[in-house]
């Protein structure tokens, strides 16, 4: 059976994905990734020419899922959080290329889908407090972020301090969603 190009891109950021999430950037293989996806290693370089260029197209693909997943509504940025942790819950292959993102990527220029997505939502935050309907006690900026550090706050503790977490997902949901709220009451 003959795949087709774009077949062969997928199954590669697919299988990047995994590799990604399970062992960083400079941990991952490539030749791991082109027999988990069924091509050759080749086929990595031709495609997206460097492994690094490889992870920047999975990190997009699960961005991409991200935003179309987790609607943003900058008029409940506390239920934003609760979305945000549900996606990180449901999908932590997303969390952990989050994570390796930030450790691993540091020098490399950023990817435009990031600053497209933190510039429109910073935006439309800026807009919400000049209407008065969002609170102006902190920058646009600082409520998106901590709109978001409070949705990984279960997922990204030492496991020690994991381990007295409250088992209940609902519960820890909660508590993202009434932290936002109350930092926004302020």
């Known amino acids: 059976m003959a795949w087709g190009s774009q077949d062969t891109k997928r199954r590669l950021v697919e299988a990047a994905i995994a590799e990604f999430s399970a062992y960083g950037i400079a941990g991952a293989r490539v030749d791991r990734i082109a027999s988990a996806a069924k091509a050759n290693k080749q086929a990595i370089y031709a495609y997206f020419g460097s492994k690094d260029a490889l992870f920047a197209a999975a990190f997009e693909d699960r961005i991409r899922d991200f935003h179309a997943s987790v609607h943003f509504d900058e008029y409940d940025l506390a239920e934003y959080g609760g979305r945000m942790f549900d996606k990180f819950e449901d999908a932590p292959e997303t969390l952990r290329l989050v994570l390796w993102y930030q450790v691993e990527r540091t020098t490399e220029p950023p990817l435009e889908v990031i600053l497209d997505s933190n510039e429109d939502k910073v935006g439309r935050i800026a807009v919400a407090q000049q209407e008065g309907r969002v ?48 930092v926004l009451e302020q």
């Not at 020690?160 to 949901?173: G, I, K, V, Y």
């Open 135 to 182: 609170s102006k006690t902190y920058p646009a900026v600082a409520l998106l972020s901590i709109a978001r550090s409070t949705a990984l706050m279960w997922h990204t503790q030492i496991p020690e301090l994991a381990a007295l977490f409250p088992s209940d997902r609902a519960d820890r949901r909660d508590m993202v969603v009434r932290v936002i709220r109350q």
